[in-house]
């Protein structure tokens, strides 16, 4: 089963509108954390923001902000004001095994990602 | 600041050859891992190493072997390459509780 589920190949949004890309995850473990990536054409990984599974409030960096429902096991990705800047993949990510460090702890799986352009 | 670094940054191989994909970090870090990274398939983990002297499979282990050295380096070794394992290769380390991971610059490697 796959462990992260990205749901849009590709999104498209207008130029200063925001964008929802979408996250849902698959995991036992109790403690656990989430990433987003941002990977542009030039290749480098961008990390944008993290959550952990104990995390009371939704985290948030800049334009960035990660919408946590637990219950519903989803870290959908919000981009505020999309800049031209923003077209590129974006990759959720999953960690788990944190209790121990040995023994298949601190595994970190991807999901497929979503391309996203912006568009003027 | 280096952070994570890999070598090479590209490599041709023919069928059947044999390399090792090198990657160090700097950070002090307990966990390392090794992803491909092909079209439409997003990241996929290979080996990954919980700690010095810890190796686990992810999802795709077959036809390569990992070493973790020391705490700093975490080497790929394909024995013998072939086309299917064309593809972006990336190394990326983390501690247990830290709010990142932190990526090296990729290798691309193509099996011909």
């Known amino acids: 089963a796959q462990k992260i589920t990205q749901t849009q190949p590709g999104m498209f949004v207008q130029e200063k509108e925001a964008v929802t890309l979408d996250c849902t995850y698959d995991?036992?473990?109790?403690?656990?954390?989430l990433f987003w990536y941002k990977q542009p054409s030039s290749g480098e990984m961008i990390f944008l923001i993290y959550?952990?599974?104990?995390?009371?409030q939704n985290a948030t960096e800049g334009r960035y902000s990660l919408n946590f429902q637990k219950a519903r096991k989803s870290a959908n990705l919000v981009i505020s004001a999309s800049q031209l800047g923003d077209s590129a993949m974006y990759f959720c990510?999953?960690?788990?095994?944190?209790?121990?460090?040995?023994?298949?702890?601190?595994?970190?799986?991807f999901g497929t990602g979503t391309q996203l352009k912006v568009e003027l | 600041n280096a952070g994570v670094t890999q070598t090479p940054k590209f490599q041709v191989l023919k069928t059947g050859q044999s390399m090792t994909l090198q990657c160090a970090q700097d950070?002090?870090?307990?966990?390392m891992y090794w992803y491909r990274q092909d079209p439409g398939m997003g990241l996929r983990l290979i080996y990954y190493s919980a700690s010095e002297g810890t190796t686990d499979k992810g999802e795709v282990p077959n036809g390569y072997n990992v070493s973790r050295l020391n705490k700093r380096e975490f080497s790929l070794r394909l024995e013998s390459a072939a086309p299917s394992q064309t593809s972006v290769y990336f190394c990326?380390?983390?501690?247990?509780?830290?709010?990142?991971?932190?990526f090296g610059q990729g290798t691309r490697l193509t099996v011909v």
């Open positions: 990510a999953m960690r788990e095994g944190l209790r121990g460090l040995t023994g298949g702890g601190n595994k970190l799986t």
């Open positions: 950070m002090n870090h307990n966990s």
């Open positions: 990326a380390s983390s501690e247990a509780r830290s709010t990142e991971a932190f």
């Open positions: 959550q952990g599974s104990y995390d009371q």
């Open positions: 995991t036992s473990d109790p403690s656990y954390g």
